[in-house]
């Protein structure tokens, strides 16, 4: 089992920042491909980010990419999200998520697919 807790969400005017982290159990950290997934409002939950275990690879959505940064620290078992020139529109929970297949670095498929998940932290951006 892998337990993982989020923080970092809030509220923040638009082209303001945020810095999500992700803390996850386990001594096997460095093995699992991490990403980060939203869900706005009456919307499916959608891939946001992904990172290898080695943190080489990094998969970005293309409403995020070139603002959005994801990135690891294996020694402190935490994933985070860096997400700047934010937009009204990127306004939602954000889920921390958890693969353990070594060749799934890149979790941009369907979220049915990820093995673990994080309860959340609610990202809201005004205008």
């Known amino acids: 089992q892998v337990q993982l807790v989020e923080s970092g969400g809030g509220l923040v005017q638009a082209g303001g920042s945020l810095r999500l982290s992700c803390a996850a159990s386990g001594r096997t950290f460095s093995r699992y491909n991490m990403g980060w997934f939203r869900q706005a409002p009456g919307k499916e939950r959608e891939f946001v980010a992904s990172?290898?275990?080695?943190?080489?690879?990094?998969t970005y959505a293309d409403s995020v990419k070139g603002r959005f940064t994801i990135s690891r620290d294996n020694a402190k078992n935490t994933v985070y999200l860096q997400m700047n020139s934010l937009k009204p529109e990127d306004t939602a929970v954000y889920y921390c998520?958890?693969?353990?297949?070594?060749?799934?670095?890149?979790?941009?498929?369907?979220?049915?697919?990820?093995?673990?998940w994080g309860q959340g932290t609610q990202v809201t951006v005004s205008s």
């Open positions: 990172i290898s275990g080695g943190g080489v690879t990094t």
């Open positions: 998520a958890a693969d353990t297949r070594p060749w799934r670095s890149n979790l941009s498929g369907p979220p049915s697919l990820i093995d673990y």
